[in-house]
C-alpha cells in the first residue's frame, strides 16, 4: 500500500495548488492570509475532514517603509519585523563590528551608534546590538537581493519576562555593494554620516489557525501534521509549496483512512514569519494537555519543491525518528541521511510537551552566500515559476511515506535505542572532559539501561505504544530543551543535549577555583535532572 500511495502524488494537482497560493500576499492576520485559507479549507473538507478556524492574539510586527541615507545619499533597502519604529530617523556613528559574533562585540564600544554588520540580520545579532546599546544595525546582504527577517529573538508571543529581550534598535538591511562601500570606507578611517529610518507595525492583532482533524476521536491517539501558511510577498516557496505537500498528503492518506491505526491533524500555523512563531506557540500553550496524553509525533514541512533543490540528506530529524527519516529519504531520491539534528525553527514550538519530531526545509539547492536557501528565499522574487513538478512530487512522496508509517504501523516507528546510544556517547566525551569533578557514572549505567529496555519492545500494541509516548515525554526535553516543559527556550542556536551544558560549562572551569564551585551547584541539579527523566524512560518501557 505505501509503495502505491506514494506513487499516487499527482503532481498536476500540486502545481494546481501552486498557482492558487501564487494569488495571495499572505501577511500575518491580513485578507490574502484569509482568503488563502479559504481555499485550503474547502480542500480539507471536500477530503474529510473536519476543520475549525481559530483565531488567537498575536504580536505581530510588519515591516513598512525605510529609509538609509549616506552622505544624504539614498540607498536600496529593507527594514525588519520587530525593528524599533524610526519614522523620523536616527543618526549615529558607524562601527563595523564584522558578523556581529559575540567575539566580533568584545572590546568595542557600541552605545549610541550604528553597528555595521555583515550578513543577513538575525535574531542572536540583534540581542547583542541591543545589550550592547547600539541605537541601529545596518546589515550588509551577501548579495545583490535583500531578504525579509524577522529579528525577535523572543519564540511566540512575548511575555512579561521575555518582552524587555525584544529589539530595542533600528534594523535596515542593504545590497552587497553599498555595504562593501561603507565598510571600505570605515577601513580608510573615513565616518561617513548616516541615517535609518523605518516604519514598523508592531502590535496585537488577531491571526487564524486552521485545524484539520480526521479520526481524531475523543481520547485517540494522533500524529500532527504542520506548516505556516503565513508569507513574506506571495511565498510560494515558502510556504506555499508546503501547503499544497501538505494537501496532498491529506487528500491521499483520507482515501485509505480505514487502515489508520491513529488520527491525523494537520495544522496551518499563522505568525510564522512575523511572529517568531506565534501561532505554533500559542497553539501548545493552549492545547498542552491534549498534546502530551494524545499526540504520537510531529511532522512539520517548510520550503518543498524548489527549482535546483536536490539536496535532501541535510535534513533534521529527532534520534527516536531517525531510522523513518532515512527510509523515507533513500526510497524517494537514494540520498543518504546525514544525522543532522533538528534546528531551531520550523514552527518546532513541541519541544518541552516531549513530541519526537522530524523534518521542516526538506530539500535545499547546492549551499550559497545565504547558506542553504534559494537566493529568492524570503524576496518578492518567491513566486510560481520557482517551483519544480518534478521536485514537489518528489518531495511530497517523502512526506506521504513519513506521515502514512506514523498513521498506519501497528507499533509506532520510534526507536528510543538510538537516543540511548547518541546519549552514551556525550556521556563518555564528558566523563572524559570532567575527570575527577563529578561522577557521570550514574547517568552511563542509566543510559546503559535504557538502550536494554528498548531491545524488542514487543506485545500488545496499546500498552507498546502508551509506553513509547511516555518515554519520549521523559527523554525529549533533555536533547531539545533546558529542562522547563512549560517554557519555550529563545530562537537562539542551542547546542545537543542543553540539559548538559552546566556539566560541560563546569568542564571548561579552572579546577578548584570559586568559578568550579558555583558551577557543580548547576551541574548537580542538571546531573539530577537527566538522571530523573531516563529513570522515567526505564520505568515506562517496563
Not at 202 to 215: C, E, Y
Amino acid at each position: 500500500m505505501l509503495q502505491s500511495l506514494c506513487g499516487a502524488v499527482d503532481g498536476a494537482l500540486l502545481m494546481r495548488h501552486i498557482d492558487e497560493f501564487a494569488r495571495w500576499i499572505k501577511l500575518s492576520g491580513s485578507e490574502g492570509e484569509a482568503d488563502s485559507l479559504r481555499y485550503v479549507r474547502a480542500r480539507l473538507d471536500e477530503y474529510g475532514f473536519a476543520t475549525q478556524l481559530l483565531h488567537h492574539d498575536a504580536y505581530i510586527s510588519l515591516p513598512g517603509r525605510s529609509l538609509v541615507q549616506v552622505d544624504n545619499a539614498a540607498l536600496r533597502c529593507i527594514t525588519h519585523s520587530f525593528s524599533c519604529a524610526a519614522p523620523d530617523g536616527v543618526r549615529g556613528r558607524l562601527v563595523h563590528v564584522g558578523a556581529g559574533s559575540d567575539a566580533d562585540f568584545a572590546g568595542r564600544v557600541v552605545r549610541g551608534c550604528i553597528v555595521l554588520v555583515d550578513g543577513i540580520a538575525t535574531p542572536p545579532v540583534s540581542l547583542r546590538a541591543s545589550r550592547a546599546g547600539a541605537i541601529g544595525q545596518l546589515h550588509i546582504s551577501p548579495h545583490e537581493h535583500l531578504h525579509e527577517m524577522c529579528i525577535s529573538p523572543v519564540w511566540g508571543n512575548p511575555s512579561a519576562e521575555t518582552v524587555g529581550e525584544l529589539p530595542s534598535t533600528v534594523v535596515c538591511s542593504v545590497l552587497l555593494s553599498d555595504g562593501a562601500t561603507l565598510r571600505e570606507r570605515l577601513a580608510r578611517g573615513e565616518q561617513p554620516s548616516v541615517m535609518l529610518q523605518t516604519e514598523v507595525d508592531t502590535g496585537w492583532r488577531k491571526t487564524p489557525i486552521l485545524v484539520a482533524d480526521l479520526n481524531v476521536d475523543n481520547d485517540a491517539p494522533f500524529v500532527l501534521f504542520s506548516g505556516h501558511h503565513d508569507t513574506w510577498h506571495y511565498g510560494v516557496m515558502d510556504n506555499g509549496s508546503a501547503n499544497a505537500s501538505m494537501l496532498e498528503v491529506a487528500r491521499l492518506c483520507a482515501g485509505q483512512r480505514g487502515q489508520w491505526q491513529r488520527g491525523l491533524r494537520l495544522c496551518f500555523w499563522s505568525g510564522h514569519s512575523h511572529g517568531r512563531y506565534s501561532g505554533s506557540t500559542w497553539y501548545v500553550d493552549e492545547h498542552w494537555d491534549e498534546l502530551d496524553r494524545r499526540c504520537v509525533a510531529h511532522i512539520n514541512v517548510d520550503s518543498v519543491g524548489a527549482e535546483g533543490a536536490d539536496i535532501l540528506g541535510n535534513v533534521g530529524s529527532m534520534s527516536a525518528l531517525g531510522a523513518l527519516a532515512t527510509e523515507a529519504i533513500e526510497t524517494h531520491s537514494g540520498q543518504r541521511l546525514l544525522g543532522k539534528r533538528m534546528s531551531r525553527g520550523a514552527d518546532q514550538s513541541f519541544n518541552g510537551v516531549g513530541l519526537p519530531a522530524l523534518f521542516g526545509d526538506l530539500s535545499e539547492p547546492v549551499p550559497t552566500p545565504v547558506g542553504a536557501h534559494c537566493w529568492w528565499w524570503h524576496t518578492p522574487d518567491d513566486l510560481a515559476d520557482k517551483i519544480s513538478e518534478p521536485s514537489m512530487v518528489r518531495d511530497t512522496r517523502i512526506y506521504v511515506h513519513a506521515v502514512w508509517r506514523l498513521l498506519t504501523d501497528r507499533i509506532l516507528p520510534l526507536d528510543f535505542g538510538a537516543y540511548a546510544e547518541e546519549l552514551l556517547a556525550e556521556l563518555e566525551r564528558l566523563r572524559t572532559a570532567l575527570a575527577e569533578r563529578l561522577s557521570v557514572d550514574g547517568l552511563v549505567e542509566a543510559a546503559k539501561a535504557l538502550r536494554e529496555s528498548t531491545v524488542g519492545l514487543s506485545g500488545d500494541a496499546v500498552r507498546v505504544n502508551r509506553s513509547l509516548m511516555r518515554m519520549s515525554r521523559a527523554l525529549v526535553p533533555t536533547d531539545y530543551t533546558t529542562g522547563d516543559r512549560f517554557a519555550h527556550e529563545p530562537a537562539l542556536a542551542l547546542p545537543a543535549w542543553p540539559t548538559l551544558q552546566p556539566l560541560h560549562a563546569l568542564a571548561g572551569a579552572p579546577p578548584g577555583s570559586d568559578e568550579a564551585r558555583f558551577l557543580t551547584v548547576g551541574a548537580v541539579r542538571a546531573r539530577n535532572r537527566l538522571a530523573h527523566a531516563l529513570r522515567e524512560a526505564v520505568c515506562a518501557a517496563g
